[in-house]
């Protein structure tokens, strides 16, 4: 597609449960990120691809937190025992090359802990 | 801490007169700096960015001044109009890293 498309736009979960989001970047883009934005707040850096590798996952809050990249496209952000401070807007995205800065972000997936 | 801040929640102005968007860095490992505008329930949209080599970069109404003595940058809007309304994100990025490092956003409102 022509942007970067992020799926479910918005997701309700129970306490505890696990949930997966997906983004797709932009077709040939090698470098992709993962940002969280919470209510009143900037985005907040979770984590960067290059390619099918995590180059740099510091930002990851805990070890409930986890994302993949297998073929160096499509990305899945999972977090486990989901807890309500969890609750934000996951954003995603994408660079042609980890030089470029002023990336492309999808619109995100909302998701709610209740 | 807040290492980028955007000290202005919120700012109002008229339509066709400049806007003045303002944020602060703290840190000096800073190097490139980018502005991005964000509509509801949009993503972010990458605006303008500048080096740290620079003082300033325009790109048609919009121009981001960086004063690196004061840790300071801005972003000018002129003339506004009323599609600019929108919340505008102050982005830096550290030397040796990939991340981006957001401030708390500046809510624009441009009326007609």
């Known amino acids: 597609g022509a942007g970067v498309s992020q799926t479910p736009s918005n997701k309700v979960t129970e306490k505890g449960k696990y949930v997966e989001l997906r983004c797709d970047p932009i077709s040939g883009h090698t470098a992709l990120y993962w940002y969280r934005q919470s209510l009143g707040q900037g985005p907040e850096f979770l984590i960067y691809?290059?390619?099918?590798?995590?180059?740099?996952d510091s930002g990851l809050p805990n070890d409930r937190f986890f994302a993949v990249r297998p073929e160096g496209s499509v990305s899945t952000l999972k977090i486990q025992r989901t807890e309500r401070g969890d609750s934000a807007v996951y954003l995603c995205?994408?660079?042609?090359?980890?030089?470029?800065?002023?990336?492309?972000f999808g619109s995100g997936t909302r998701l709610t802990v209740v | 801490d807040q290492q980028v801040k955007q000290n202005s929640p919120s700012l109002s102005v008229q339509e066709g007169r400049i806007s003045i968007l303002n944020c602060d860095y703290t840190?000096?490992?800073?190097?490139?700096f980018l502005w991005y505008k964000k509509y509801p329930a949009e993503g972010p949209t990458f605006l303008i960015s500048?080096?740290?080599?620079?003082d300033k970069n325009e790109d048609g109404r919009f121009t981001v001044f960086l004063n690196k003595s004061a840790k300071h940058l801005s972003l000018h809007i002129v003339p506004s109009q009323p599609g600019d309304s929108a919340v505008y994100f102050c982005?830096?990025?550290?030397?040796?890293?990939?991340?981006?490092?957001f401030g708390e956003g500046t809510q624009l409102t441009v009326n007609p």
């Open positions: 840190n000096s490992m800073f190097d490139y």
């Open positions: 982005a830096a990025k550290e030397t040796s890293g990939s991340r981006l490092t």
């Open positions: 500048i080096s740290s080599i620079k």
């Open positions: 691809f290059q390619g099918t590798g995590a180059a740099d």
């Open positions: 995205a994408s660079s042609l090359t980890r030089a470029e800065y002023g990336y492309t």
